[in-house]
């Protein structure tokens, strides 16, 4: 069994060392791969980066200070491996040491994370829905501990009279984050999932429901690791409250929005193009020319007529 110790330099110097992990697998790879045993971020790793074995190890990238793709050597009594900044010392674990749990690996890889994106990379904890919607808190580094109800025994104090006076506790640990609900009145859910005894271990952009009080967490270093800019695949608010009397409207995306109306000059630019109709005067007959002279020579005549007998 070997124990690795890993720490890692953020933007404000060196990080705080992790715990140490005991690590029993025939063959370790330490890499920014999911698959790793041992994982550092991707901004500082390939995903093998080292392959340890039978005792030895093998650099199949380089290393920091001129190590070369290839170089190899000894575990022995320990050895100190740089990758990016993250110095990985690897030696026999002591006698009685226990393996670690993988998802210590997960953890480790996240605080990394977190040394390098500096304040921006703590995980929080944000209202969406409540009596102070859009408050936050930031989770304390590990080991730590946030007790949220409306009691003065709760750290994060919320007037909401439907919770407990310490409703539900979330601890930060080198093993991730975790929910616990403390024997509130109404219970706690995550996701829509009631919280039993054990607790639930929360991801990135989980929901947590606490009576009348849903919040959001939110984990930077584990979306980096990821490499997603958001996390969106949570349930909907609706869905956190099965047996509640609540009304939620829904954004529907898939729905297609009514096309804008046409402005008349387009509509008109679109009509096939019509003639207008021409007004045409047909041309008098002769025969009624000549009809219409002899009714003027005839009445000119008659005026003549009359004007020789009155004088």
């Known amino acids: 069994m070997l124990r690795f110790e890993v720490s890692g330099e953020g933007a404000g110097g060196a990080g705080d060392p992790a715990p140490a992990i005991d690590v029993d697998d025939a063959v370790v790879v330490i890499g920014s791969a999911v698959t790793a045993r041992i994982r550092l971020p991707a901004s500082t790793a390939r995903p ?5 074995e039978h005792g030895q190890w093998r650099a199949l990238h380089a290393l920091d200070g001129g190590g070369p793709s290839g170089a190899c050597g000894e575990i022995g009594a320990g050895v100190e491996l740089v990758i990016g900044g993250v110095r990985v010392r690897v030696a026999p674990a002591p006698a009685g040491a226990v393996a670690a749990p993988a998802v210590r690996t ?9 040394n390098l994106l500096g304040d921006g990379g703590a995980p929080v904890l944000e209202i969406e829905r409540g009596p102070v919607v859009g408050a936050k808190r930031m989770l304390a580094p590990p080991e730590s501990s946030l ?3 409306r009691g003065d025994e709760a750290t994060w104090v919320i007037f909401d009279g ?23 009145k109404n219970g706690t ?26 919040m959001r967490y939110t984990d930077p270093a584990e979306r980096h690791l990821r490499a997603e800019p958001s996390a969106s695949t949570s349930l909907p608010i609706a869905d956190l409250f099965p047996s509640s009397g609540f009304s939620v ?11 804008a109306p046409v402005a008349p000059a387009a509509l008109a630019a679109l009509a096939p193009a019509r003639s207008e109709p021409t007004l045409r005067t047909r041309p008098a007959p002769k025969s009624a020319l000549v009809f219409y002279l002899a009714l003027v020579v005839a009445a000119a005549a008659s005026s003549a007529l009359v004007y020789l007998l009155m004088s």
């Open 189 to 214: 859910r995550v996701d829509g999932v009631a919280v039993g005894e054990g607790g639930v271990v929360l991801r990135d952009g989980a929901r947590i429901a606490i009576a009348n009080v849903v």
């Open 106 to 114: 997960e953890s480790l890889a996240r605080e990394l994370v977190r």
């Open 249 to 259: 409207i829904e954004d529907r995306p898939n729905i297609t929005p009514p096309a």
């Open 147 to 149: 007790v949220i109800g």
């Open 162 to 184: 439907d919770l407990s006076r310490a409703h539900v506790e979330v601890r930060r640990g080198w093993d991730g984050v975790r929910v616990l609900d403390r024997g509130s």
């Open 48 to 52: 093998e980066h080292v392959r340890i």
